[in-house]
């Protein structure tokens, strides 16, 4: 038996011997795995405020999430809608108007024409036709001031980013220019890394 030991113990040494020629540490080198702690923050981080006073009815995604295509900050609206149909139907009013006095208009200049109504008739249809059409414009001019006042209402979201804070919840009445949310652009960040000095030589 001791002889069968020290054959073996020969032969392992021979194996070594023959294994380790050439062997170079460089070509083979070992990763080494060491845990860093550290924090990450996004390098663009914008904030979305309100655009106008108002009660949020949805502040957006929550806190953590990836922000997905089409979502919003929303204000409640109720009263702006109520405001911008009242304005619509003005207008609608305004145009009628505006397209009979011109039409009265036209038939009072051909009437003057033919010498069958008097001069200050045809200028006081022709004012009437004026003063119809300004007021159209004016009803133009508020349709689209509501319909402006209403997109303030819903601020989009910039897709792919993510929600870092989320500064107002639904119910809260906002100014404008007061933020709601944060987010954050993931693609680029920066990292902040706590190292010792043993760590700093290792990296």
Do not use: Y
Request: net charge negative.
């Amino acid at each position: 038996m001791p002889g069968f030991i020290h054959a073996c113990c020969c032969l392992l040494l021979g194996t070594a011997l023959s294994a380790g020629e050439g062997w170079r540490p460089a070509d083979h080198p070992a990763p080494l795995v060491r845990p860093v702690a550290g924090l990450t923050r996004p390098v663009r981080v914008i904030a979305i405020a309100a655009e106008t006073a108002g009660r949020i009815r949805d502040p957006g995604p929550v806190m953590g999430a990836m922000v997905a295509d089409g979502m919003a900050l929303t204000l409640d609206d109720a009263m702006v809608r109520a405001e911008r149909a009242t304005a619509a139907a003005a207008l609608a009013s305004a145009e009628a108007e505006a397209a009979f006095r011109a039409r009265e208009a036209a038939r009072v200049e051909r009437l003057f024409g033919d010498a069958r109504i008097s001069e200050g008739e045809r200028d006081a249809a022709a004012h009437a036709a004026q003063a119809a059409a300004l007021a159209r414009d004016g009803s133009r001019a508020q349709l689209a001031r509501a319909d402006e006042q209403l997109a303030r209402h819903r601020i989009a979201l910039p897709a792919g980013w993510q929600v870092l804070r989320r500064l107002r919840e639904a119910g809260a009445v906002v100014q404008p220019g007061e933020p709601v949310l944060e987010v954050g652009d993931l693609s680029a960040v920066v990292a902040t890394l706590h190292l010792g000095e043993d760590e700093i030589a290792a990296l």
